[in-house]
């Protein structure tokens, strides 16, 4: 299984941002208010997410940490064979496989609770040891890619791999306004999010993540036709090339990369691009969840929509009524 977990590692985990991510993504499905997320070394040293959801019972804690399935693949050999691995269940796993992980958690009321298991490279400690921990899971994950030379190779600077981490918090952060939510690098605080549904406190969150000036110049759009809606904030395009990726597009909460959105967008700011500027925005759109599937690939953040072309005609003319009235 260790193979298997590091070859899993390989699709799921290329770097410390794919670590957070798939730790932030379980402290939500905990069904957490509020989730910390400490970082020292660009997470190369460690990516610790503290959360206060449902948390994991006792007996549960050495299953959270083995794959679901066991993996057919026994050698390097077979891989060829293998277009693509199905990984959802093996986040813990595979980040276990090329970490020193330490999985904290109690699922109960009582504060004197909690147990914490580890793993590192190899396999997990088979003890589950008490550790007092308030209701909530924290998972530490040190030393990414320890065991692993060749992938540690691929790491960027501190300052890349941690810009790449900020990135992935922002979008979750983006994503959950109902959430609190702290980033700590290097035992400094760089996002500090009280939660807040309203649209006030929603802008106030934009202009923490995103700065001052995107939400300034921003229009906000609201706009349902049958079951599709679209809110969101759409920024005058900016000669910026440092905010040439504020691109945030959510689907049913979901961030995602999607070539019809791409399109359908760039099409309605046809108009206002020119010299080179970049559009930049933050928009929800809320879909019935039968007619997408927004799980194409886990990692790639792609999506397929039943009716593609309702989609994106919604899109782009939601898009250039706004932005007709938002001449630079
Ligand atoms: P998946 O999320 O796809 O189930 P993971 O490897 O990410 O797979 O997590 C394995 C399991 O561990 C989860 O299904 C969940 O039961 C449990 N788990 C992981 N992180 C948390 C967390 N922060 N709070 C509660 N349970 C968690
Ligand atoms: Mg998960």
Redesign the pocket.
Known sequence: PRLANQIAAGEVVERPAAVAK??I???I??A?RRIEVEVEQGGTRLIK?R?D????AEN?LP???SR?ATSKIESLGDLEGVSSLGF????????SSVSRLA?T?N?LDDPRSGFRVMAEGRGMEARVAPAPHPR??S?EVRDLFFNTPARRKFLRTEKTEFAHLEEAFRRQALSRYDIAWTLRHNQKTVHQLPPGDSPAARERRIASLLGKTFIEHARYIERQVGDLRLSGWVGLPTHSRGQADQQYFFVNGRVVRDRLVAHAVRQAYRDVLYNGRHPVFVLYLDVDPDVVDVNVHPTKHEVRFRDGRTVHDFLFSSLHRCLAHTQP
């Open positions: 798939e730790l993504e379980n402290a499905d905990a957490s997410v959360d959801g449902v948390g994991i549960d299953l959270a940490l679901h959802r269940g093996e986040a813990l796993a595979s980040i999985l958690s699922a909530g899971t998972v």
